[in-house]
Structure formats: C-alpha cells, structure tokens
C-alpha cells in the first residue's frame, strides 16, 4: 500500500502536470500566509477607505 502511494507521488511529481499542481499549492499557501499576517492592516485600510467614501457622501 505505502509502496503504491509512494510511487504514485513520484509519477505525479515526475510529469509536468503534477508539478504545475504544486506550484499552484504553493502559490495559494503563501497568499494565504500573506493574508493572515497583514489582515489587520489590510482590514484597517479597507476601513479607513470606506470611511472615506461614506463621509464625502459618495
């Protein structure tokens, strides 16, 4: 079973669809990450703008 999953992996890792899928992983993990370790700002910056827009009657 291991042995069978094992070399699955390595088949899908080996061609370039199966890599293509990691890069995109990879790409959605750190905008992910960039997400939850600027939320606060992003959220104050969204908040201040539409602040902005609600007090210049827009």
Do not use: H
């Not at 061609?15 to 600027?38: D, P, R, S, T």
């Amino acid at each position: 079973m291991i042995a069978r999953l094992r070399l699955m992996m390595i088949q899908t890792l080996g061609n370039k669809k199966g890599m293509e899928m990691v890069q995109v992983a990879i790409l959605v993990a750190i905008a992910v990450a960039v997400g939850i370790i600027f939320k606060s700002s992003v959220v104050d910056f969204v908040n201040k703008i539409f602040k902005a827009l609600n007090s210049a009657n827009f």
